[in-house]
């Protein structure tokens, strides 16, 4: 799954409206990754914009899985418009960081960003610190941005500064939506 991801990323700016890049299809509900794992499998999918091909019988996935593709707001990422896939913003080499954040402008209800954060570590949780203006989010720290979280749907406003996301588990990631406008 990472190797496909990160070959997929590499050709991220030839990826748009009608030429997708393609990772492969999905293996979540196959029993072979953690819950975790398939949450990030299907979130990666999402922010590239690849075809979501499910590789499982629908008669005998598990519930837990089936919630993950039916995740609204991930599925909204994958289909929206603009049709830009994420590029990674920070924790680009892998080899030497253990998160990966990814941005993606997005067109639904005005401009807004997706983000999501991977945490490759294979046994420790790690946490995320992310600058709404380095990350190209927000143009000021003064900024007013609403953030939905899209795994939960809970919706928290702050401002455009530094943002901690602490206790991203093994192999798991955070999912955000993310609006700015200035006060």
Known sequence: MKSNFLINMKSA???????WNDPDMLVVGNGWLTTEEEQ????????????????????????????????????????????NQAVCNSGCDTTLHVYQALVSPNS???????????????????????????????STDYDSCTVIDLWTGEV????????????????????????CLPF
């Not at 499910?54 to 418009?81: C, E, F, H, R």
């Not at 807004?112 to 203006?133: E, K």
Request: proline share 5%.
């Open 13 to 19: 700016h030839a990826a748009g409206s009608g030429h």
């Open 108 to 138: 639904k209800d005005g401009l807004y960003m997706g983000v999501l954060a991977v945490n490759w570590d294979d046994a420790q949780a790690q946490t995320l610190t992310l600058n709404f203006v380095d990350a190209g989010i927000a």
């Open 40 to 83: 990030t499998h299907f979130a990666l999918w999402a922010f590239a914009k690849a075809p979501l091909i499910i590789g499982t019988p629908l008669d005998s996935i598990p519930q837990s899985s089936l919630a993950i593709l039916q995740n609204k707001w991930l599925l909204g990422i994958n289909q929206d418009l603009l049709g």
């Open 156 to 179: 928290t406003k702050t401002n455009g500064g530094d943002h901690s996301y602490p206790d991203i588990p093994a192999h798991g990631n955070i999912a955000l939506q993310i609006k």
